[in-house]
C-alpha cells in the first residue's frame, strides 16, 4: 500500500504551504485518511481527517488555517496550511486506514504510513 507525501518545505511564519499525499488507489477508496506530524521531542499528533464521504475533521490549531481535500479522480490528497506560524514546524505523515466509520486522529488507527515531509517555519 503506497503512501507518500510531498510539498515541505522552508517558509516564514504567515506563509502558506500546500501537502500532497498519493496513494495506491482512487482517494475516496480508504474508509478515512489522515495527516499527522511530529516535532522532535513531541509525540506523534493528528492534524486532520477525511472520510470517505468527504466529511472532513480537525484537530482545534487546525480548524482555521488548515484545509484537508481530495482530488476524486485520482489517487491524491492535500493539507493546505495557510497563516503558518514556527510551531507548525514537523515532519508531516499522511496515512490511511483499511476500516473505520469515525474519523479518528489516533495514530494507532492507521494500517499504512508514508515516511513524511519536513515543514520547518522560520520567524
Known amino acids: 500500500e503506497q503512501v507518500e507525501e510531498s510539498g515541505g518545505g522552508l517558509v516564514q511564519a504567515g506563509e502558506s504551504l500546500r501537502l500532497s499525499c498519493t496513494v495506491s488507489?482512487?482517494?475516496?477508496?480508504?474508509?478515512?485518511v489522515g495527516w499527522f506530524r511530529q516535532a522532535p521531542g513531541k509525540e506523534r499528533e493528528g492534524v486532520a481527517c477525511?472520510?470517505?464521504?468527504?466529511?472532513?475533521y480537525y484537530e482545534p490549531f487546525a480548524t482555521d488555517r488548515f484545509t484537508m481535500s481530495r482530488d476524486a479522480t485520482q489517487n491524491t490528497l492535500y493539507l493546505q496550511m495557510n497563516s503558518l506560524k514556527t510551531e507548525d514546524t514537523a515532519l508531516y505523515y499522511c496515512?490511511?486506514?483499511?476500516?473505520?466509520?469515525?474519523?479518528?486522529?489516533?495514530?494507532?488507527?492507521?494500517?499504512?504510513w508514508g515516511q513524511g515531509t519536513q515543514v520547518t517555519v522560520s520567524s
Open positions: 496515512a490511511t486506514a483499511d476500516n473505520g466509520e469515525w474519523c479518528s486522529f489516533q495514530p494507532g488507527d492507521f494500517g499504512h
Open positions: 477525511i472520510m470517505r464521504n468527504g466529511n472532513t
Open positions: 488507489r482512487l482517494s475516496t477508496h480508504y474508509p478515512r
